[in-house]
């Protein structure tokens, strides 16, 4: 898991060098002539996050509506909905499992234009869509997902702004060296994991582009450290949740730079009257506020801070695990493929 992590930066020069021979090009000329009404993706586990992620650059920069799909509607349920005019886009790492291939079948056989985005360029569920994109990751060995959910991250970006016409690597040419930047500091997010080493229950935070981290950050902690986890958008959060909030509950919020970091002010000070321990990962002045934090380089705009969010969390999950006595290379009752129906 710490090689993965560490591979990242690396993995995302090599996506933003090789886009077109990823099959980025011409999935986004695939998409451009079928002109969509509409985008539907599937997706389970940490590819999830990366598809919500995608939701969001859907409905912001293409104006277009955009929905996470249920697999058993399909599987299970036998549904056949109409999808003329639909683009269904299914990720996973490594697109092997029934379900995912199934509802991208089913898609194609109703008239919806699909794209596959995987690690596997020889798996099946490339095979079932029209177009695949290849996130380019390389061989990942670790239970837990990170270098090739960053990936998946950044190849869908550059595949939506290459259907805009946009040259998307040009606006993620600094994450890399900003990636670097964030894993030199592995000491500090080390540290922090001592802060939390007993703790048994936890709450995750943010809102927009950065709710997707909140999520991917939960369930990282939960598969490889077994603290109960729960992710909440800033705005869900205050709608209930926030009474389970007291100083024995850590709160990890993100506080990223923009839009959904702005919307996230409501929310900080509402913890701070439950007296929560709020650990903040984002822009420096969000960070000065919490009790701890972590502060994120600047030179990336919002829709790509994701893919610098998530790293502290990466690291917070691996050093948590071993502070725990765990090892996040083994997580219990788990393995690298997870076939579902």
């Not at 090789?18 to 999935?27: S, W």
């Not at 994450?175 to 000491?187: C, I, K, N, V, Y």
Request: proline share 6%; net charge negative.
């Amino acid at each position: 898991m710490a090689a993965e992590i560490a591979e990242q930066p690396e993995v995302w020069r090599r996506l933003l060098a090789d886009g077109p021979a990823a099959g980025i090009d011409a999935a986004a000329d695939a998409i451009r002539r079928r002109r969509p009404r509409a985008v539907l993706f599937v997706a389970r586990g940490t590819s999830d996050h990366a598809a919500l992620y995608a939701k969001y650059l859907v409905e912001i920069r293409h104006g277009l509506p955009a929905g996470l799909v249920s697999p058993s509607t399909m599987t299970a349920y036998g549904a056949r909905p109409d999808l003329r005019d639909v683009l269904m886009i299914g990720i996973s790492q490594s697109g092997g499992s029934p379900d995912l291939v199934r509802s991208l079948q089913v898609a194609r056989e109703q008239g919806a234009l699909t794209v596959a985005v995987t690690n596997d360029a020889t798996s099946a569920l490339a095979k079932t869509a029209h177009e695949h994109v290849d996130v380019l990751a390389g061989r990942e060995r670790s239970v837990a997902a990170t270098k090739s959910y960053t990936a998946q991250l950044l190849a869908l970006y550059l595949l939506l702004e290459r259907v805009r016409d946009v040259d998307g690597a040009a606006a993620a040419a600094a994450l890399p060296d900003l990636g670097d930047a964030l894993l030199a500091r592995e000491a500090e997010v080390a540290e922090l994991a001592q802060r939390y080493r007993f703790a048994q229950r936890l709450l995750t935070t943010a809102r927009g582009y950065s709710y997707p981290t909140a999520r991917e950050a939960a369930l990282k902690l939960m598969e490889t450290s077994y603290v109960s986890a729960q992710a909440f958008s800033g705005a869900d959060l205050l709608h209930g949740p926030l009474a389970l909030v007291d100083p024995q509950v850590p709160v990890l919020a993100v506080v990223a730079d923009g839009v959904g970091g702005a919307a996230m002010e409501d929310v900080l000070p509402r913890l701070a009257e439950r007296n929560a321990d709020v650990c903040c990962v984002g822009h420096p002045g969000a960070v000065s506020r919490a009790a701890v934090g972590f502060a994120l380089p600047g030179g990336a705009p919002e829709e790509l801070s994701p893919l610098l969010e998530i790293v502290p969390f990466q690291l917070l999950a691996l050093h948590l695990a071993v502070a725990r006595g765990g090892d996040p290379d083994a997580p219990r009752g788990l393995s690298k493929i997870t076939e579902t129906l």
